[in-house]
């Protein structure tokens, strides 16, 4: 919690603060533990139940805890028109996975956002921060297969 | 001193306090105008739309809602014609269709002219007003009740997802939602479009008195705020 404690220092007391703090909180665990946002809370004198509308309103934030590689697929207008349905289709089908949740071995996390701006490279695909364009289901297979399978081989290296 | 302002709805010369709502001008001076997410007690924040009126500005005419209009001196208001009647029954007609088993809704509905619906049914329990909301947090300022979501997911939720120890139990958040009206015997069952004709007659009175409260039973069912005064 000490890290916790170092992004809310100085920040006590002001509720404007509240989304960059919670960036900061995700940022930090991943996602936003409940602990973290009652502690939020507290500091800033912000209600937990704004917290908790912040946090649940902005999909840049996340209550569950995500796997090691966040895939953002795009399912904005002009990433639908392009074929973002066949992206969530093939993510569906392979790692049998809604958008939203995490592979069971919480490897993967496949998460869908409405425009990220950058619709004329579109249908695009984030991987942890990385913005992929032009994405083919394809192209989606082989990342992701690629993400997973690094896990087999270290495993393969520790067996 | 208290300040007034005279304003005119639904062709009658009428005062109200400065800084009231249309609303509450109307209310004060016996002309009914349908309203559901309305409290006495709570900021408006306009989200049923059912208090719906016509607003005259240079012979042009601009609807809004009611409850969230200051009055203002020498504003012209209709409460009642024909396409304000008209589109509070559809609004109505849509809110019977969000939560189809809520005795209040069926009655207000009724009270607007609603005899069928035409939407199909949604069964959400829910018409999203805020009464709940706005009486936890402004009220009981306990902030343990919120809208979470965006769009149509957007929901009442406790924070965190369940009942905290902050909330103070008082209970305003069930006893003025509109869902927690016992249901009359005669209510709508869920994939039915059709209010029972129970109400019929009193939808009838209320035709005939064109804009003035008739002291509706119905209004009971919607904590109408003049059947609460009285
Ligand atoms: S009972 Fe709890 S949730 Fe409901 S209004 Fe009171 S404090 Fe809020
Ligand atoms: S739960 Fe009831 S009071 Fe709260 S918003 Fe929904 S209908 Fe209104
Ligand atoms: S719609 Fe995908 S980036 Fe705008
Ligand atoms: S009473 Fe005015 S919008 Fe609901």
Redesign the interface.
Known sequence: MTALNSILKGRQSQPHLLIEVLHDVQDLYGYLP?EA?SAVAQELGV???????VA??YKAFSLKPRGKHVFTVCTGTACHVRGAKLLIDQVKGQLNIEPGETTEDGLVTIENVNCVGACALGPVVIQNGAYCHHMTPGKLRKAIDKSRGKKKKEERAHA | MQQYVTLKIDDARVQAIKGASVLDAAMASGICIPHLCYVPVLKDSGACRLCIVEVVNDGRTKITASCTLNAEDGMVIRSNTERIRKLRKNIAELLVAQAPNSRAVQDIAVRCGVKEVRYPFRNDNCIQCGRCVRYC?EYSKA????????GKNRHV????GFR?D?CKKCGFCTEYCPMSVTPCGGSMKSGEGRLCGNCESQTATADKFTGVCVRCELGRGFGCVRQTYV
């Open positions: 409940e946002m209600p937990l139940m704004e917290v908790y509308r649940c309103f | 947090t902030n343990a009740l919120g809208f979470v979501g965006r939720e406790f924070a965190l905290r902050f």
